[in-house]
């Protein structure tokens, strides 16, 4: 590893990634092809140890992210420079050999266990992959990280997925992703399929592992109030763009864009009083397919006007925060 | 007649290979005429099966004991042909997943005119597209997606074609289990508003079922807190919300993550549910409680009467004399 100092660990620029559309062989000839475009010119950094949240409604794009980031797509445009390699270029044993580095865990601990191979054998599979260790030194290892995320290894080890509970199942998928050491891991909805009462415990074992093996994270998710705890900065996605980036606490003091505060006001309130009418918005996320044309988001905007039909809003910077929106235009008029 | 729903120590075991699950253990409510319940815990811990029971649809390996009173007829002994007149009229239910509920390969035209011919076999077609536009259109989808299929609308969309059709024929009391779970936070806060104007506008009683104390505290009159089977709490809404009295209740409610700045701090509760097949000696609860004392280790508290609400907890013994507001019979 070089010693070069350094601070970003991960760096994407012009990210696009575009899905292209089935069509007929007929209309193939004729018309140009059309496209999915999940991720449109995204450019972010992530410096070393730092935990950046995507936030964003299913079908902005967030997921795509997360994916093309670890190269299990492969991005259509733009680069990915994880240190000083380019992800975005290497392919076959070059990136497989690199895979070590950068791990994701999956939203669904249900479906990304194999329900036919033991916890300790599933925890213990990417060391063998990468040829870490003999049969001992792994199981020592596996014995380690077990006792790491709070499962006890003699009593876990030999169990199947079946035995375990939501909450338990992704403690063993969070050991999986941590055990060969990563820099980088991107945590995918990690919370979203379990109980409210059990997500502040995978929360906090996410942040316990970071502290630990000094992770880099990208956090994705569609809850603002579980990305509070964790991020050191967020990243707001809306149909494959990046809204708003600002630091967590900027974000939950003062929301910029619309678009982030709806997603504010959408977090349930534990207050029965609570009963005033809420800033919802009306319909859903457009199709990637037929982008909005201007600011994607101005059909289900409430500030929208004319110019925001026409003009797409560039990503600036209001009071040292980042915003696409065409209402901070003129140094931050509101 | 005071009440549309009253359970009274209710029971639901499944009979399996490894061994009996108590699912359901002792569960007695209330429920009045438009008024609506929020049955909420962790999963597993028995809210669904309550859902379910109150359709009699459980599984095959169910075994059910105890009353349930639907306008005063016990459902739990009622002939099946009775409860079908009953189901989908009377009482229907919305499921968690919209993407498995709804039949992939009929147009969602038909699926109306299946639950309607259910009870009305022969009401005419144009009757029945006339009565599902209308409910289609209350519900905020355009009645001319009546032709379509449940693969060409989004997760948002289904879950409103579920509601509309469990509320086509008018029902009086509506189960809806883990409404929003599968949805995201925007869309979720969409279905709930649609609850809460079906809510205000139909002479309608609502169960809720959740894991998500924050969720049904704008919508709901009783909330129900569920655990390991019991009912460790249950009373009106404001009161549990202002002062929790359960140490589980005020747990989950502090654990629920939230958007305000000054609370940063994480809090959760230790531990998992325990096994339903070996549930721990005494009080479910007390191997997670941080107000543990010797008695919960030994005995299973019954249900005391404190502040007009029912708590199954020990910390209450001594304040039995607490003015009862609801009449129903407490749980032995």
């Known amino acids: 590893m070089d010693q070069e100092k350094q601070t970003q660990l991960l760096s994407v620029r012009n990210l696009k990634k575009y899905f292209p559309l089935k069509v007929s062989w007929l209309k193939a000839f004729s018309k140009e092809r059309s496209y999915v475009r999940a991720v449109d010119d995204l450019s972010f950094e992530i410096k070393y140890g730092e935990t950046l949240g995507l936030v964003g409604e299913s079908g902005s794009g967030k997921t795509t992210v997360g994916r093309t980031l670890i190269r299990l797509e492969s991005p259509t445009d733009g680069h990915i420079l994880f240190e000083d390699v380019d992800l975005a270029k290497i392919s076959g044993e070059s990136l497989r050999v690199k895979r070590q580095h950068f791990q994701m865990i999956f939203q669904d601990p249900m479906a990304s266990l194999n329900p036919y191979m033991r916890v300790g054998n599933a925890i213990g599979h990417p060391l063998k992959i990468h040829h870490i260790g003999n049969k001992s030194e792994r199981k020592m290892h596996v014995y380690e990280i077990l006792n790491k995320v709070g499962l006890p290894p003699e009593e876990f080890y030999n169990r199947f997925p079946r035995h375990l509970s939501g ?75 990046i809204v708003e980036i600002a630091k967590t ?38 199709s990637p397919i037929n982008i909005p044309s201007g600011c994607r988001f101005h059909p289900r905007c409430p500030y929208a006007t004319k110019t925001c039909s026409k003009i797409e809003p560039e990503l600036k910077d209001v009071n040292g925060r980042l915003v696409a929106c065409h209402l901070y235009d003129q140094n931050g008029k509101n | 007649m005071s009440n549309i729903l009253e359970a009274k120590d209710l029971n639901v075991e499944y009979l399996t290979r490894d061994g009996n699950i108590k699912a359901v253990d002792g569960v007695s409510f209330s429920l009045g005429f438009h008024e609506t319940l929020g049955l909420v815990g962790e999963s597993g811990c028995g809210k669904s099966t309550i859902g379910l029971s109150l359709l009699k649809i459980l599984p095959i390996n169910a075994k059910v004991s105890g009353n349930i009173f639907y306008k005063d007829k016990d459902m739990v002994k009622m002939p099946d042909n009775e409860i079908r007149s009953l189901r989908g009229k009377e009482i229907s239910m919305i499921f968690q997943d919209p993407m498995t509920s709804l039949d992939p390969i009929m147009r969602i035209k038909n699926q109306f005119f299946e639950t309607i011919r259910a009870h009305f076999p022969k009401m005419e077609e144009s009757e029945m597209v006339k009565i599902s536009s209308n409910v289609l259109k209350s519900i905020g989808i355009d009645p001319s997606r009546l032709e379509n299929y449940p693969f060409e609308f989004s997760g948002g969309m289904r879950q409103r074609v579920m509601i509309a059709l469990a509320i086509v024929l008018n029902p009086s009391l509506l189960v809806a289990d883990e409404p929003t779970t599968s949805l995201d936070v925007v869309v979720q806060l969409q279905i709930m508003e649609v609850l809460k104007e079906l809510k205000d506008q139909k002479d309608m009683s609502m169960v809720l079922i959740t894991h998500d104390l924050g969720l049904v505290a704008e919508i709901v009159d009783k909330v129900g807190i569920m655990y390991a089977g019991n009912l460790v709490e249950f009373g009106d809404v404001d009161s549990i919300y202002d002062d929790p009295l359960h140490p589980y209740t005020q747990l989950l409610l502090v654990s629920i993550p939230n958007v305000k700045l000054e609370d940063m701090k994480l809090k959760y509760i230790k531990g998992n549910l325990p096994s339903l097949k070996s549930p721990p000696q005494g009080c479910k609860f007390h191997p997670r409680c941080p107000f543990a004392m010797d008695i919960c280790l030994k005995a299973d508290p019954p249900t005391f009467a404190v502040k007009g609400r029912k708590v199954k907890c020990w910390l209450y013994k001594g304040e039995k004399d607490g003015s009862r507001k609801t009449d129903t019979a407490s749980i032995g």
């Open chain 1, 167 to 241: 909450g338990q199942r992704q403690r063993v998928v969070i050991a999986r992703a941590v055990i060969t050491s990563p820099k980088f891991v991107v945590a995918d909805e990690v919370t979203a399929m379990l109980d409210v009462s059990i997500r502040s415990q995978i929360l906090k074992l996410l942040i316990e592992m970071k502290n630990e093996l000094g992770l880099t994270y990208l956090f994705i998710t569609h809850d603002l109030a579980s990305a509070k705890y964790i991020c050191d900065r967020i990243a707001v996605m809306y149909l494959g763009k």
């Open chain 1, 249 to 286: 606490y900027d974000i939950f003091k003062e929301p910029l864009h619309p678009y982030t505060k709806i997603l504010m006001a959408s977090v349930p309130v534990p207050d029965p009083k609570m009963k005033t009418k809420k800033f919802i918005p009306t319909g859903e996320i457009p």
